[in-house]
């Protein structure tokens, strides 16, 4: 009759048994923990405790939580890599906070000395962690697992029984079993020596060499990164140089030559929008038809670029991030003379496109006394003017586009040499134009209409050509690839690490004093769980078919073709 036993019901574990201790080691990589011990005096002796800090895992947990921490006050903080005009107006605004800052290095997190010290130490830590423990696990699959030990009754989960089958039908039996269900499994002594799961240890090390991946990704795309915004009206065009740019900042290690050669005309931007509904206004399409040339000598090809859809020419992607209306403007002095002609872009200030922006005539105007002079105009611009609310459009599509103007002239402060904002007008020494009643001079026109400045000062037309602005990204972030793959590969090697136990199966079967062949069948997990026992009931319940229990003396032959299968509990204190 087939008997079932657990360990011990002392609940001594199974680490105390020495023969014991051989079988159930090297189920891990991970690093034995030594006792507390101060070092030992000298250079090396501290060096080497040192060491051992910096490469234990709660140092490395550690190492993430500060690296954490120490990316909030970046995202909250203005950063002069990021932003440099809201980092002065911070500076404006905060005078006594500001020099702290600058002594933490909080307008600079990412590449300040603190954030990179921990960033150095937490890479040195994962590597000085990585590499025994990949040695150590290779060294396992070179290997076979471990003998039996002597006395299996001392393992979690346990079973016996008695068969008439020859100990090397059984053990063969077992070897077939073991080998079918994905054990590396082999013959040592008499018994049969497996064990599974070591996909668990191959997923934690998957995990800590992609945090490595990640830093350097991380790395490398924050150095080599460059990332500049253009604005361009519908006819214009972009060369990818630094000069041509409306805004540019990048790593520290990025140089010009890293820009993809590259430029691009903007054909045309098709802009539609609900039209009713609750999502009224809502834009159904963002589309800007572009034609491209690669290179020096590259043959225009045409393309479409939409939001989240970008163009792709080597390391640079370029994004549809905006858009707006740049009204047709033309300017004549009191003899009828052009002097300025050209589509004005405009900001948006809403979702209904209500836009804002200054016309500057700088060179080639002349007063009504003949003398040379500057005129500033400040527009105000609405895609759907309704009459009574001259404060807001009503739809972002041109469904009645008026634009408000008012007119200044004098010095515009161009000639100063201080970098001032094409959107913005200066008005420091500007007077305004005055109407007879001494009033400023404002007026809305449409498409069509002509503004006279006073005293023959000359005339501002709106064309009924509107045309249209698209904003564009051009990114590089070198690694990025490499980041995504890490993350992926970490997320994976962390599920591995978590969901798959390394277990161990034993197959003893030996001639007992009687004559009869004796199978003990042994489990032991890493940690505890109820798959042991269950998995190797299951492995028992197949091998009882192929070794069926043996009748004791004392029984009756045919109550024993009635046993049952045997049945594995686990030992005392194991989870169930």
């Not at 997990?525 to 026992?533: F, I, L, N, T, Y």
Request: hydrophobic share 40%; aromatic share 10%.
């Amino acid at each position: 009759m087939s008997e079932t036993k657990t360990s011990a019901p002392d609940g001594t574990s199974a680490a105390g048994d020495e023969d014991l201790g051989a079988a159930g080691s090297q189920l891990s990589t991970a690093p034995a923990e030594d006792a507390p011990n101060l070092p030992s005096l000298g250079v090396i002796g501290w060096a080497r405790w040192f060491w051992r800090q910096l490469t234990s895992m709660r140092v490395a947990l550690l190492l993430l939580l500060l690296l954490s921490l120490g990316a909030i006050p970046g995202s909250l903080i203005p950063q002069t890599g990021i932003d440099e005009t809201k980092v002065a107006e911070f500076r404006k605004a905060h005078e006594t906070l500001a020099p702290i800052y600058d002594k933490l290095g909080l307008f600079n997190v990412y590449s300040s000395v603190w954030f990179s010290a921990i960033y150095i130490l937490l890479f040195v830590s994962l590597i000085g962690c990585i590499v025994p423990r990949t040695w150590q696990f290779v060294g396992q699959l070179r290997g076979r697992p471990p003998g039996a030990p002597k006395r299996l009754t001392r393992l979690p989960a346990y079973t016996t029984w008695r068969t008439e089958a020859e100990p090397e039908q059984v053990r063969e039996a077992a070897l077939a079993l073991l080998k079918k269900r994905r054990f590396r499994a082999h013959l040592t002594g008499d018994a049969v020596a497996a064990e599974k799961g070591y996909l668990r240890e191959v997923g934690n090390l998957a995990f800590h060499i992609a945090l490595i991946v990640m830093l350097i990704a991380f790395a490398w795309g924050q150095l080599f990164k460059s990332e500049g915004n253009k604005l361009v009206v519908e006819g214009d065009g972009f060369s990818n140089t630094l000069t041509q740019y409306d805004d540019f900042k990048s790593g520290s290690l990025f140089t010009q030559d890293d820009l993809d050669p590259f430029s691009f005309n903007l054909k045309n931007f098709t802009g539609t929008y609900e039209a009713s509904g609750p999502n009224k206004g809502t834009p159904r399409i963002y589309k800007a038809d572009l034609s491209y040339s690669v290179g020096a000598d590259g043959k225009d090809k045409k393309t479409t670029i939409k939001v989240n859809e970008p163009l792709e020419i080597g390391d640079s992607k370029v994004y549809l991030v905006s858009h707006g209306y740049a009204p047709v403007i033309t300017i004549r002095d009191g003899k009828g003379n052009i002097v300025y002609r050209d589509a004005v872009p405009l900001l948006p200030l809403d979702g209904n496109v209500t836009s804002t922006g200054a016309i500057k005539v700088m060179d080639g105007y002349r007063n009504a006394k003949g003398e040379r002079e500057q005129l500033g105009f400040q527009a105000f611009f609405l895609p759907t003017y309704v009459k009574g609310n001259e404060l807001a459009s009503q739809f972002p599509a041109l469904l009645n586009p008026v634009i408000n103007l008012e007119a200044y002239h004098g010095d515009l402060g161009v000639d100063a040499g201080i970098p001032q904002s094409v959107y913005q007008l200066n008005k420091k020494n500007l007077k305004g134009f005055k109407d007879a009643k001494g009033a400023q001079v404002r007026e809305n026109l449409k498409p069509g209409e002509t503004m006279k400045l006073p005293n023959g000062a000359g005339t501002v037309t709106f064309e009924k050509e509107i045309k249209e602005w698209a904003g564009f990204q051009v990114a590089r972030q070198p690694g990025s690839g490499w980041a995504l793959a890490g993350s992926l590969a970490a997320i994976f090697g962390l599920a591995a690490s978590l969901f798959i136990q390394r277990r161990r199966v034993w197959v003893r079967a030996a001639t007992g004093s009687d004559g009869v062949t004796v199978v003990e069948m042994a489990g032991l997990g890493r940690s505890e769980s109820a798959k042991v026992p269950e998995e190797l009931g299951d492995l028992a319940g197949i091998l009882y078919e192929q070794a069926p229990g043996a009748p004791d003396a004392e029984d009756d032959p045919a109550e024993s073709e009635a046993s049952p299968d045997p049945q594995v509990v686990p030992a005392e204190g194991a989870e169930k």
